[in-house]
């Protein structure tokens, strides 16, 4: 069972501009959260704050139903240097093996990261170098990573950013599964379309968390054009809401 997570006056600000403000909110354990709002609304500050990446004020509790779990984390793009001859496979086992990469992989460690090369439909490109990948490609391989450690909880910001139908397809199934297993997700996402299939529970965040829901209740016309517009309308104060409007 995935936990849950709760939110206690969490604030957040870089310089002068206030990103995240007065946020009282809970995400349920074992379910799929959305987060969706415009751009610049501060979705990626909040889960970089509830990974514990970024310096915020107030508390975030990660409330794991038993013992301490596993946690996957899929970023908005894939970090290396391109000229690196890495592979795939390379690039998978990065975190899993405390011996140089040079060293020879254990064959078990091999074979797992095959596994789930093999869920996200990357199998055969294993020996491939990353940097020959397309964006799409590499955001596949970046879930197969967050999946290498079976997580509790998986965080995904904008995980299919990207790539083709085939693996947005790929995504949403292990999605699913994943749900169905109880594990909790926490997604970021801009894709309405793609968020009613996901089906999860919606929190829309701007600054703070100013709607929530089931996907009926929150992605109904006039709200998706309110929402989505809230921030154009209430954001003409800071410097850097500025900057993101004329964006
Ligand atoms: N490290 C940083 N230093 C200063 N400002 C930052 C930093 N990271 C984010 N910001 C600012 O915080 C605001 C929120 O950014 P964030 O990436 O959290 O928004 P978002 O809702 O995820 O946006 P998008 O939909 O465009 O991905 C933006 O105005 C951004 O410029």
Redesign the pocket.
Known sequence: MGPSIELRNVGLT??E?V?LQDINHSFTAGECHIVM??????????LRSILGL?PFTGEIDIQWPESKGKLGYVP?KAMFEGSLPLTVMDFILLNQSSSPLFWRQSAKNKARALTQLERVGMASRADRRMGQLSGGEQQRVLFAQALLDDPQLLVLD?PTTGMDEQGVRYLESLIHELVADNRTILA?H?DVTAVRRLDGHVHV?NRSVIDNGSVAEVLVPEKIERLFNHYTAASSTTE??N??EVA
Not at 37 to 46: V, Y
């Open positions: 870089y310089g501009n990103i709002g415009p751009n610049g609304g501060g979705k990626t500050s909040l970024t908005q904008e970021v801009h965040v850097s809401n900057k993101k």
